[in-house]
């Protein structure tokens, strides 16, 4: 068995704001680390005075969107680290041989500046740290309404170019406040650094064998000629636009008129147009999947007031069942069938299968040995349930809990070289999205066996790729998933992917084709893609002004 990673955090002080806390907590409850060491050093920096529009926009800001948000409040970890070894690095490094006794593997910098130090070459991995690209963070992401805002874990070096990028995660921009943004990447840190600390304990020295060398920036930064090489701060040091620093007065007026109409785009959509989810169909012609929707066509369901969403598709003899969520404004969802047959060339009345008094969407159906089984998402009760068809299509029970304790949704298996696969998508903490990052469990028997995390879970951490959009489609002996793009918002587009390595150590896939309905009058959002050899059918949310057609 690997030897647990020796780890040191590098802090101002003992006062941290509460998602560096978790961090430290993160660390010490791992059982692949040990926390051996903590090192004092609180860089002198002398800050220049914000401008004043900037300075009131933040404070409104905290004032309308941050009172409630725990992630900036301060902390004392004094406590935690009370049995921990305590270094203070002095302002000349001159003590630096004192840290080279602990034999350290990483050292984390949690600091709120960066600063080259000389610790980068006294860890046998060196310093890593978390680093946003921009200054001020995750300010102009909302400002310039970019769909995503991403935070890079990098290996830092002794200068200013080099280093390795570890890993990233992106998630969608809130685009209503830059303090509301900032809170969400922020308590997402955690686990972007433990799962790699996890991965360097298990693959040691070939963890660094894949990761991208960073590109050297010396010569894109504007240094004030005061400026001190070894105290820049995390703005001039990982940003590929310098001009995107904190804005002067005369430029916050030009973000404060495009914020205003960006609230009253948001307030014309919320109070003048309407929004339904209809299901749209296309024939098939033999193929295992149609991506041509200029002949769409609407699945027949007259009920005005309900949205439906979510479809699944499966031929038997010749009928063919779509199976999907059915919910209205306020109301949870439950599952509803709809039957086409071939002989009439007609749909049947949708009849409900599945109600809870909890919501229920995605069902993800699949046949093993002439019985059909069903995983509907139930993330609102905190599990993974399998039903089983006592009476296909319409009646269903309950066979057991995949996983509890859990909050997962758009659940997808799939049986491929002797392992049943499990693709779901899991907030790992209270308040996360659901949308932004992608877990894997396997096991020999879905009826039997316990489920496996893989090694790499999440395997995605981007809202721009990771969610399910149905099921996995195997052609050629090649497998695709389908995901939605919720990067700016939910059902932006669907991706198709290509998975290229899936085992119990290795994942990897490519995105090789997208699915964007933004020309179809009407269609805001798409987030669901299934198929079978007849029909190809996908749910549409389509936007209406509340008194006409747009």
């Not at 969107?65 to 049995?83: A, H, I, M, P």
Request: with cysteine; glycine share 2%; hydrophobic share 40%.
């Amino acid at each position: 068995m690997n030897k647990k990673l020796n780890l040191a955090v590098l802090i101002d002080d003992e006062l941290l704001k509460a998602y560096q806390s978790m961090i430290i907590d993160d660390i010490i409850e791992s059982d692949f680390c040990d926390l051996i060491l903590y090192i004092t050093n609180k860089t002198a920096v002398v800050k220049k005075k914000n401008f004043f529009l900037y300075d009131l926009f933040i404070k409104l800001d905290y004032i309308l969107f941050g009172k409630n948000l725990r992630s900036f409040k301060k902390e004392s970890v004094s406590q935690k680290l009370k049995k921990i070894k305590h270094i203070i690095l002095s302002d000349n490094q001159d003590n630096i041989y004192e840290i080279e006794k602990y034999d350290l593997d990483v050292i984390i910098d949690l600091r709120e500046i960066f600063s080259i130090t000389d610790l980068e070459n006294i860890s046998t991995y060196g310093v890593w740290r978390l680093m946003h690209q921009g200054y001020p963070n995750a300010f102009w992401e909302v400002i310039d309404s970019h769909a995503s805002t991403k935070v890079i874990l990098e290996r830092i070096s002794s200068s200013l170019s080099g280093g390795y990028i570890l890993d990233s995660y992106s998630i969608t921009t809130d685009q209503k406040s830059p303090i509301r943004n900032l809170n969400m990447i922020s308590w997402r840190a955690s686990s972007l650094l433990i799962r790699n600390l996890q991965k360097l304990f298990l693959e040691k020295e070939s963890f660094f064998s894949n990761k991208e060398k960073k590109i050297t920036i010396e010569n894109n930064l504007a240094l004030d000629k005061d400026s001190n090489v070894n105290s820049i701060a995390i703005k001039l040091y990982f940003y590929d636009d310098v001009k995107k620093q904190i804005p002067s007065n005369y430029y916050m007026i030009k973000v404060i008129l495009n914020i205003f109409k960006k609230y009253l785009k948001m307030i014309f959509r919320k109070y003048m147009t309407k929004q339904k989810w209809k299901l749209l169909y296309v024939d098939n012609h033999q193929k295992s999947i149609n991506f041509s929707f200029k002949n769409y066509k609407e699945v027949p369901l007259q009920f005005d007031a309900i949205d439906w969403a979510d479809p699944f598709i499966i031929d038997e003899g010749d009928k063919s069942y779509i199976f999907f969520e059915a919910f209205s404004l306020n109301q949870k969802g439950t599952l509803h069938v709809i039957t086409y047959d071939t002989k009439t060339e007609s749909f049947s009345e949708p009849k409900s299968i599945l109600t809870k008094e909890y919501h229920l969407s995605y069902p993800y159906i699949f046949k093993y040995k002439n019985v059909y089984y069903m995983i509907p998402e139930t993330s609102a009760n905190q599990m993974i349930d399998l039903y089983r068809a006592i009476e296909f299509p319409l009646k269903w029970e309950k066979v057991k809990t995949l996983i509890d304790n859990v909050t997962a949704v758009d659940t997808t298996i799939h049986y491929y070289n002797n392992y049943w696969w499990m693709f779901t998508n899991i907030a790992p903490k209270k308040g996360f999205s659901t949308s932004d990052e992608l877990y894997i469990f396997y096991c020999k028997d879905f009826l039997e066996d316990k489920w496996i995390p893989h090694i790499l879970n999440p395997i995605i951490s981007d809202s721009s790729v990771a969610r399910n959009a149905g099921k996995i489609i195997e052609e050629n002996n090649e497998l695709y998933r389908p995901s939605q793009n919720c990067s700016g918002y939910y059902g932006r587009s669907l991706n198709l992917n290509k998975i290229e390595i899936l085992n119990e150590k290795e994942y990897k896939e490519n995105r090789v084709c997208i699915m964007d309905m933004s020309n179809f009058h009407n269609i805001q959002a798409i987030h669901t893609l299934n198929s079978s050899k007849r029909f190809t059918i996908i749910d549409a949310n389509f936007v209406e002004l509340k008194w006409k057609n747009i």
